[in-house]
């Protein structure tokens, strides 16, 4: 496996853990979820709008030509609430 497809599997199961545990954290949701949930869950947003981010980045980079190790996350103000 080459070192760009490699990281791209990380940044995916890196995905595929917050949506799990963010969809678990929503799905407590009917039996009001704590303050300390919340945040969490506000965190697990903002990091994965950070890593869906960072993926298209490195995808732009690579189908045009560009270095897809050069691409970095970007502060969760730039990317917040991205439409996925």
């Known amino acids: 496996m080459s070192e760009r497809s490699g990281r791209e599997t990380e940044i995916i199961q890196r995905i ?9 954290l ?5 039996h009001r979820l704590s303050p300390a949930e ?12 950070q890593c869906w981010d960072l993926l298209r980045q ?8 560009g270095d897809p190790g050069q691409a970095r996350p ?5 990317v917040e609430e991205y439409r996925q």
Do not use: W, Y
């Open 26 to 30: 929503r799905e407590r949701r009917a």
């Open 58 to 65: 490195r995808r732009a980079k690579e189908e045009f030509g």
């Open 16 to 24: 595929g853990e917050l949506v799990t545990e963010e969809r678990d």
């Open 38 to 49: 919340r945040d969490r869950i506000e965190q697990l947003e903002r990091a994965l709008d």
């Open 74 to 78: 970007r502060p969760t103000s730039q």
